[in-house]
């Protein structure tokens, strides 16, 4: 089974970056538009950003200014840079492409913004 693998998370002090990755199978990233999601604990998952093949974006309200995701059409990758983290960022970040059904979640990344 394909699947989606992202990686880049870790422990960040408040203030930090972080650039997480996704690489994604050429059936799901194909012509798709690509997004992040992620999923705090106890609480539900939640998108976060999206990029179009032609690179156009959007993000929620809470992230705007302080992440940028990107896409490599050429390499099957989409990335999101992180700044100015907030302890309310922390959470398991996945990648999947925005439409009306997902493909299979990948395992995710942890990204934890602690003092």
């Known amino acids: 089974q394909v699947q989606l693998v992202e990686s880049g998370g870790g422990v960040v002090q408040p203030g930090g970056s972080l650039r997480l990755s996704c690489l994604a199978p050429?059936?799901?990233?194909?012509?798709?538009?690509m997004g992040w999601y992620r999923q705090a604990p106890g609480k539900q998952r939640e998108f976060v950003a999206a990029?179009?093949?032609?690179?156009?974006?959007r993000y929620i309200d809470s992230v705007k200014g302080r992440f940028t995701i990107s896409r490599d059409n050429a390499k099957n990758m989409v990335y999101l840079q992180m700044n100015s983290l907030k302890p309310e960022d922390t959470a398991v970040y996945f990648c999947?492409?925005?439409?009306?059904?997902?493909?299979?979640w990948g395992p995710g990344t942890q990204v934890t913004v602690s003092s």
């Open positions: 999947n492409q925005v439409a009306t059904s997902f493909a299979a």
């Open positions: 050429g059936s799901i990233f194909r012509l798709n538009t």
């Open positions: 990029v179009t093949y032609s690179s156009y974006t």
